[in-house]
């Protein structure tokens, strides 16, 4: 039995690592299009970026991992990128050097 929920949680924790990174690219996407002066793609990219690191934290939540010490660093990889990119959005940076 531990055997079965060990490799379920090893599924989970590949997806989600999975989940991450392509948000952390869509992250990246949203710097670069903000230092750029890409509006709609730092828009789009913004909300991507925030909905996906919602979205995750609450699927971690409903499944009882977000309390949980292993997998601590994927709740704290969301919380980061929310973060990032709400004080970004509120403090303006990266902006277009002639802004």
């Given at each position: 039995m531990a055997n079965r929920s060990n490799k379920r949680y090893r599924?989970?924790?590949s997806m989600m690592t999975k989940i991450i990174l392509a948000d952390a690219l869509i992250f990246v996407l949203f710097l670069v299009s903000a230092g750029l002066g890409w509006s709609v793609v730092k828009v789009v990219a913004a909300i991507i970026s925030i909905f996906g690191s919602l979205l995750c934290t609450g699927w971690l939540f409903l499944t009882g991992?977000?309390?949980r010490r292993r997998s601590l660093w994927m709740v704290t990889a969301f919380i980061c990128i929310?973060?990032?990119?709400g004080l970004?959005?509120?403090l303006g940076f990266p902006c277009p050097a002639n802004a």
């Open positions: 599924r989970m924790e991992e977000f309390t929310i973060l990032c990119v970004s959005l509120l």
